[in-house]
């Protein structure tokens, strides 16, 4: 099985001159592609390094280029030109991260929306698809992207951890949908069980967001504590349970549809004779 996992935050320092062994164990898991997240335009040029310095070929590790809604305060009026260019790059994909959040409020929200706004508006008119970030402001989230929907190719609500109404309403809008190993908590993620067999094939993707949220149903844990993409496969294992398909198949449609998405390269696997064309080192 192919998976591609849509959201990585290999910038994070716990990664650190680990890189090319976290891609090792990735690809043995199965995860054959990798988006790394831009957090900020920082981080979002570290990421496209990170893409250009490991995967020499340009077909396995890909970046989005935004900024989270923590870093919006910080947002000025260069920082659009500065981001125009980031996403001139080939191997950047989407606008973002980007999106609203009220739950820890680390930027005013007016600032938020302001900095929300000008990404969607760029993504627009750059015809680029958005990685997006919702917590604890799902109406007012919705109302802003009413009004750049139609002028947006596609745009994902990543890690989505919302309850039933706040999925309806991004799928009445055409939005993806990123699932995360929030839904291997049983503290805090059963209420998304019977809400995977409402995600239609062709709208639903898996991510990581490593170092983050390692699946609690992982076993066995890693000493660090600290989650990898090559653990995503136990995100798949609990999507393909509550949507009642087999893991083969949610691999098949969620890696197509990320494919399609980010507009990903096919992957053919070297022959054991090739292995040694995969160095990331």
């Known amino acids: 099985m192919q998976l591609i996992d849509i959201g990585v935050n290999l910038t994070h320092a716990s990664f650190d001159d680990q890189h090319a062994a976290v891609l090792e164990r990735a690809f043995a898991a199965g995860v054959c592609q990798l988006v790394l997240t831009g957090t900020s335009l920082a981080e979002s040029d570290h990421a496209l390094s990170l893409c250009l310095k490991l995967d020499e070929h340009g077909e396995r590790l890909f970046s989005t280029a935004g900024v989270h809604p923590h870093d ?24 973002g991260e980007c999106g609203l959040d009220f739950n820890r409020d680390f930027s005013p ?33 919705v109302q802003i992207l009413r009004d ?8 994902v609500v990543h890690c989505f951890t919302g ?6 309403d991004y799928l009445d809008l055409d939005l ?22 409402e995600i239609p094939a062709g709208r639903l993707m898996l991510e990581s967001d ?26 798949l294992r609990e999507v393909a349970l509550h949507r009642r398909e087999s ?24 022959s054991d004779e090739q292995s040694g064309e995969w160095d990331y080192r």
């Not at 919006?72 to 606008?95: G, I, M, T, Y």
């Not at 750049?148 to 745009?155: E, I, K, S, V």
């Not at 449609?253 to 399609?260: E, M, N, S």
């Open 210 to 235: 490593a170092p983050y949220l390692l699946p609690r149903s992982l076993r066995p844990k890693p000493k660090s504590g600290r989650n990898e993409p090559a653990f995503l496969p136990e995100v």
């Open 176 to 197: 993806h949908i990123g699932i995360t190993g929030w839904i291997c908590d049983e503290r805090r993620g059963a209420h998304l069980h019977p809400l995977m067999k």
């Open 109 to 141: 929200r007016p600032l938020q929306e302001k900095a929300l706004e000008e990404q969607l508006s760029l993504a627009a008119d750059l015809q680029m698809p958005v990685f997006l970030h919702e917590r604890d402001a799902h109406p007012r989230f």
């Open 163 to 168: 309850e039933q109404r706040a999925l309806f």
């Open 247 to 270: 893991q083969e198949e949610v691999a098949r449609h969620t890696t197509a549809c990320a494919r399609a998405f980010f507009g990903l390269p096919e992957i053919t696997e070297p």
């Open 148 to 155: 750049y929907r139609d002028r947006l190719p596609a745009a």
């Open 72 to 95: 919006a305060r910080n947002w000025s009026s260069d920082d659009s030109k500065r981001l125009r260019a980031l996403l001139a790059e080939p191997q950047v994909r989407a606008v």
